[in-house]
């Protein structure tokens, strides 16, 4: 049954689940790998990734960023598109589903920015985009976001589509703020605090569901940092709205507290947010509100993470290597079940973009299969990362429960945290509907 730990066999074919049951069950195979009473889950499926490359590969590329992901458990990653050049076109998405055809250890799907032309939102679409996303709090891609009618016009013409991905912060808001500060001189940790306010993250969630409910669009809300946005997201709901969300393991497990003792390594959009925060972001969680947990990687240099200017600090943490442990640690604590991990970072991801064949283990389903030891006890040391970007707000932190092995359409990519198959062996994930 869904959802139930069994003591049971997997038989592989053509990489494909060809059939779970009792061991007497079980085909006669080329190949058996005794797993010695260790748990498999569905391959994890992290909707909110960046893989950098192209004109920022020196920051990650797309098979050092599936590694990381390999390493890290997790078996689809959805790239986004703030990438140099911005994916914002046909042209822009095929090159990279080319690019990353040769270079991917995982299965990879895309995000666009919305185009210049609403008109050119279905070429997107066919070309395979598993959803548009929207920068609220920046200028990026074709779409002026500061113009309702534009983003009206857009959102109408996605509709149903695809899902369209917000990150929701108000640039006016953190405009006039950093503005001022700067204009104070201010350059320090705390003018970046300031400068992102909760009020910008709820204005905009206000303003972004009105336009969805207005066009009938499915709106994912990414890693949402605040308790009042829960609470929107759910009258949204109430009312009838398509509405997802997700949040990130640094949103639920750290501080502003933190972000001040840590300091620019932990510099990230939206910043973390007051500990009532953390409290609500579970409870939205355990209420099901929330329902993806999403690393939300953004991979940079050492270089880059440190400034005595706050605005020079690029903003983002990488994560596809600690939210497995990080959430199987909860697991460990009882605050999260396998069952509900599960849901957040498998089934859930693949209904919301509608990822077919992942996201379950069950016969004729793709077999993206991940092995996890709940008792394997240790500390999270950036240094090891497979991703370029080697720091993290969670050096030193102790876990317990790890990936041991990955497996992609049934071929091994991972074992016990060494990368064993070859760069393209991973799939490139195409959508392609228009309703």
């Known amino acids: 049954m869904d959802g139930d730990l069994l003591d049971c066999c997997i038989a592989i074919e053509n990489g494909k689940i060809f059939k779970v049951g009792r061991e007497a069950q079980m085909p006669s195979a080329d190949m058996v790998i005794d797993l010695n009473g260790l748990i498999v889950l569905p391959g994890l499926i992290d909707a909110h990734v960046h893989l950098r490359d192209e004109g920022k590969s020196y920051k990650e590329d797309f098979y050092s ?18 990438n140099q050049p911005v994916t914002m076109s ?45 920068f609220m709090n920046t200028q990026m891609g074709g779409l002026n976001v500061d ?12 509709a149903s589509k695809v899902p369209i991905a917000v990150h ?30 909760e009020e910008a993250e709820i204005k905009a969630v206000k303003r972004i569901i009105a336009i969805a409910k207005e066009t009938g669009s499915h709106l994912h809300l990414c890693h ?18 398509k509405i997802s969300c997700e949040v990130t393991p640094h949103h639920i497990l750290l501080s502003v507290e933190d972000l001040r003792r840590i300091g620019s390594f932990a510099v990230t959009l939206p910043p973390l947010r007051d500990k009532c925060h953390i409290l609500l972001l579970w409870k939205g969680i355990r209420e099901g509100i929330v329902d993806i947990i999403a690393s939300d990687h953004a991979p940079h240099t050492l270089m880059e993470k440190q400034s005595s200017n706050i605005w020079y600090v690029k903003a983002g943490i990488p994560g596809l290597e600690t939210m497995l442990p990080l959430m199987l640690t909860e697991v460990n604590n009882g605050r999260l079940s396998i069952r509900e991990l599960v849901k957040l970072m498998a089934e859930n991801p693949a209904k919301i973009f509608g990822l077919r064949s992942i996201g379950y283990i069950r016969e004729g389903m793709n077999a993206d299969l991940v092995v996890v030891d709940l008792k394997s006890e240790g500390k999270i040391d950036s240094s090891k990362f497979k991703s370029k970007a ?5 050096d030193g932190w102790e876990v317990k ?31 392609r509907r228009l309703e």
């Open 147 to 158: 113009d309702d009618y534009a983003v009206i016009e857009a959102f109408r013409h996605v």
């Open 224 to 241: 949402v940092s605040t308790g009042a946005t829960i609470e929107l997201i759910s009258e949204a709901r109430s009312r009838g709205q």
């Open 401 to 431: 429960g790890k990936p041991v092995k990955t497996f992609v359409s049934g071929k091994l990519v991972m074992d016990n945290g060494e990368i064993v198959a070859e760069a393209g062996c991973g799939r490139i994930i195409r959508k």
């Open 90 to 134: 046909a042209e822009t998405l095929r090159k990279r589903m080319q690019m990353a055809e040769r270079r991917a250890l995982v299965n990879v799907g895309f995000y666009s920015e919305f185009p210049r032309k609403s008109s050119e939102i279905d070429e997107i679409i066919l070309e395979g985009a598993i959803g548009f996303k929207l």
């Open 65 to 82: 960023g599936t590694a990381a992901a390999a390493a890290g458990g997790i078996t689809t990653v959805i790239d986004m598109p703030n």
């Open 168 to 197: 929701a912060e108000d640039k006016q808001i953190i405009a006039a703020i950093e503005g001022s500060l700067k204009g104070q001189g201010r350059c320090d940790l705390e003018a970046f605090i300031q400068a992102h306010p």
């Open 390 to 394: 080697r720091f993290s707000p969670f």
